[in-house]
């Protein structure tokens, strides 16, 4: 080679020397005639005249043709397309491959020299021993095209074939098919003959998009252990190779046998089997399998490929060959699959039709298990399989926002769980010329009870005193500081937003969730556990996740410590009873109105779970709740997936200090001041609550006990009407629910209410006017009110 790269064969060809053509004369096809392929006769006219010529005249003409020619050494290192996997975390199951050529790298010693004979009997028989070209064999093309009329063979040795495909390009012109020749001679010196039969093999497209040997053996196959092949397959596939598709087994059996046949007639020519072998291997059925492309965990592979594309760049990615190691549980999978089938045919008489569903574990950010769809092969208007419901699909998380809402206030204005909230309606204009007037789902208003309760029981009217408090803005700033890269319009939002009236992903809230259940510390969610380059090397690497802490964790274990009264039966008696998996967990459920979308999202320290459930219309469903659907879900799939996990829950980190307040402990309780315990306060009101140290209350509530009553006081001016019109339908009964007795100072009960008046639908008023004994129904999850204000 010259300083420049470029070829230096112009200047050395006349020391090659042609093998002697054996065995008598050249024979000719009946009815060849004289006349010649364009093509191949040209070129054999050209070399013939090189040969004759000599000296500076050649070397100048061949000078021309090798000026732009690209290196032979290059067939050693210009890149080669290969076939990128993707498994499972055990690397026991491929899930999915990425490539523009499907082909997988085979050594010579690992193709049955069989197999080599095959191809060199029907492709080159004067491999061996020919200079890279074969003018013996443009000669007999050169016949075969005179006979056809028409360039049905074009002399090309195997060499050749291997510079057209990795080195040069299919274009069928003299210059193209010169250079290829100078080429060949060149790389015959500069590789052996084993280098370059091993090259070609793993080259050579062989159809149904399988590049090189091995795959061509899996794909038509399914066997990626080439010493398993019978001759008969063996000369199946070494007749592929010069018109694959039309020797294409699957579409065209019998032209791929008569093809096997005229490989099988030629290594008996050439002395490698015998002509009983070859009947045998004619006799074989030719079996194949259709080509197919294994799917597995589908919107888990696809969102797979977005990360390894956004990791190595799409080139790469299809076609270096990689191994990718995913987060995926495989075991985990199937089960996530198999209960969200189950889950939706349970509830398909409720216009339930799809479901998602995500599994990660919090400490690492590792998905375990991702399921986009009931069914990714299924498509109908409710349920369109192929479209990643958890992934990409936007819709409205009902209650499961609150957890923003509620954290704001404890961020932004030092709310604590005992901070004393309202649950009593009111209304304000929405700006249209009507009233916004939100309720809670049950349609009942419960009075001042404190943060904790709201939550617990999900109650619609304490989330808006809060979103008014802390304003949109710290909600935003709150979603943002938990890792959600989520842009909203600000101005366009109003108080409802603080009900989950912006439409989230599922795979944003399970990530911000997964905040909560690593005690504040962020670590970004993953499906890759490692990537290997085609030689083993680990090029990267998550298995060892980096944190960083954007939360106080003292702040986030008081929310989980909020949270998991929502799976105690002796927690919460709305949630509990359903969604309790005979451990300590928390968990947040949401339901959006008109029942579109209901939501399950709730952990253990080691695995975090996102179920939502809907339709792909956004169709309504009917008499659903986010407890009975998605939380049963949730259940129903977690008892199995934590079996194996020891039951712990999280210490209590320092900085957490406990003080009796005045609350009433009562499941069904909730009321009180929040503040540390009075004159005022009810005997059995003593609650023991957590709290970061410093924001413990310093007041004993003798601003809200008084010789009176308890004094309401609305947060906002504007609510006052509203709260006057609460209290004095409260001390008349009319909001016990058989929970509360309402004493409120400045207001007394009218003298003509009956006894359990006011008592709403789900009550009974016994004889005597006892308090009313409430009948629980199956709960239902707040439901986003339609209008902002």
């Known amino acids: 080679m010259a300083a420049n790269g470029r070829s230096t064969l112009g200047r050395s060809y006349r020391s090659y020397r042609f093998p002697q053509r054996k065995g008598g004369r050249l024979s000719r096809r009946p009815g060849g005639g004289q006349r010649f392929g364009p093509l191949a006769g040209g070129i054999s006219a050209f070399l013939l005249a090189m040969l004759a010529m000599g000296g500076v005249a050649a070397a100048a003409v061949i000078g021309y043709f090798t000026a732009d020619l690209p290196a032979a050494h ?23 491959t990425l490539e523009d050529e499907r082909r997988e790298l085979v050594d010579l010693g690992s193709v049955p020299k069989m197999m080599q004979d095959a191809t060199i009997a029907i492709e080159d028989k004067s491999f061996w021993t020919n200079p890279g070209i074969d003018i013996g064999g443009i000669i007999r093309a050169m016949n ?101 598709s039309d020797y294409d087994p699957v579409q065209n059996p019998d032209a791929a046998k008569a093809r096997r046949a005229d490989v099988l007639d030629a290594m008996v020519d050439n002395s490698y089997i015998t002509i009983e072998e070859a009947a045998a291997a004619k006799a074989e059925p030719i079996k194949v399998q259709p080509a197919s492309t294994s799917l597995y965990a589908a919107h888990f592979t696809f969102r797979v490929r977005e990360q390894l594309i956004r990791e190595l760049g799409e080139k790469a990615a299809y076609r270096g060959g990689y191994e990718v190691f995913t987060t995926l549980d495989w075991n985990m999978q199937q089960l996530a699959e198999q209960k969200v089938r189950e889950h939706v045919d349970r509830l398909r008489g409720l216009n339930v039709n799809n479901a998602s569903l995500i599994t990660m574990d919090p400490r690492t950010g590792e998905i375990l298990a991702y399921v986009g769809s009931y069914d990714y092969y299924g498509n109908t208007p409710k349920m369109q399989g192929d479209y990643d419901h958890a992934g990409i699909a936007y819709r409205q998380p009902g209650s499961t926002f609150k957890l923003f809402v509620y954290l704001a206030g404890m961020l932004h204005a030092g709310m604590t769980p005992s901070t004393r909230l309202y649950d009593i309606g009111w209304s304000m204009p929405d700006g249209s010329g009507t009233f916004y007037k939100p309720q809670d789902a049950t ?179 009917k008499g659903i709740t986010s407890a009975m659907g998605p939380g049963v879900l949730w259940q129903d799939y977690m008892k199995t997936v934590v079996g194996g996990i020891p039951a712990t829950w999280y210490e209590k980190p320092a900085g957490i200090v406990t003080r009796t307040v005045c609350v009433n402990p009562n499941v069904m309780g909730g009321n009180g001041s929040g503040e540390l315990v009075g004159p005022g306060c009810p005997a059995n009101f003593r609650m023991n609550e957590n709290f970061v140290e410093g924001t ?19 947060p906002f001016a504007d609510w006052q009407a509203s709260y006057n019109g609460w209290a004095a339908g409260a001390v008349s009964g009319q909001y016990s629910y058989g929970r509360f007795s309402w004493t409120i100072c400045g207001f007394a009960p009218k003298p003509s209410d009956p006894p359990g008046v006011g008592v709403p639908p789900g009550t009974t008023s016994p004889p005597g006017g006892r308090t009313p004994i409430p009948t629980v129904p199956p709960p239902r999850d707040t439901p986003r009110p339609t209008k902002k204000p």
């Not at 010169?178 to 060149?186: S, V």
């Not at 795979?507 to 030689?535: C, F, W």
């Open 696 to 714: 413990e209350p310093k007041t004993n509530g003798t601003g809200f006990y008084t010789g009176c009553g308890i004094r309401l006081v609305a």
């Open 144 to 244: 075969a095209n005179a006979s056809s009329g028409t360039i049905s063979q074009g002399g090309s040795t195997i060499t050749q074939q291997l510079i057209k495909t990795r080195l040069l390009t299919d274009e069928p012109t003299f210059t193209r098919k010169i250079k290829e020749a100078i080429l060949a001679l060149e790389a015959t010196r500069t590789f052996s003959k084993q280098q370059i039969l091993e090259m070609y093999l793993n080259q050579i497209y062989y159809g149904n998009q399988a590049y090189g040997i091995r795959a061509a053996s899996k794909t038509y196959f399914n066997q990626g252990d080439l010493t398993k092949l019978t001759l008969g397959q063996m000369a199946m596939l070494a007749g592929l190779a010069q018109r694959p």
């Open 443 to 621: 349609r009942e208003q419960h009075g001042p009870l404190t943060l904790r309760q709201a939550l617990r029981e999900s109650l619609n009217l304490p989330a808006l005193q809060v979103t008014r408090t802390v304003g949109i803005d710290a909600i935003i700033d709150t979603i943002h500081q938990l890792g959600i890269d989520r842009t909203f319009d600000r101005e366009r939002l109003g108080l409802s937003f603080g009900l989950g009236a912006a439409e989230m992903r599922l795979s944003d809230m399970a990530s911000a969730y997964q905040v909560i259940a690593n005690m504040g510390v962020r670590v970004e969610p993953t499906m890759i556990y490692k990537i290997l380059d085609p030689h083993g090397k680990v090029v990267r690497d998550w298995s060892k996740p980096q944190g960083k802490e954007v939360l106080d964790p003292r702040q986030a274990w008081i929310m989980a410590d909020i949270l998991k009264d929502n799976t105690n039966p002796q927690g919460s008696f709305v949630f509990g009873p359903w969604t309790n998996i005979g451990r300590t967990a928390a968990l947040k459920t949401g339901t959006t109105d008109n029942q579109k979308d209901v939501l399950a999202i709730g952990w253990i320290p080691e695995r975090l779970t996102a179920v939502w459930m809907g339709n792909s219309d956004n169709s309504d469903m």
């Open 74 to 96: 290059d067939l050693a290192t210009v890149p080669i397309s290969l076939t990128t996997r993707i498994y499972d975390r055990s690397g026991e199951h491929l899930l999915y």
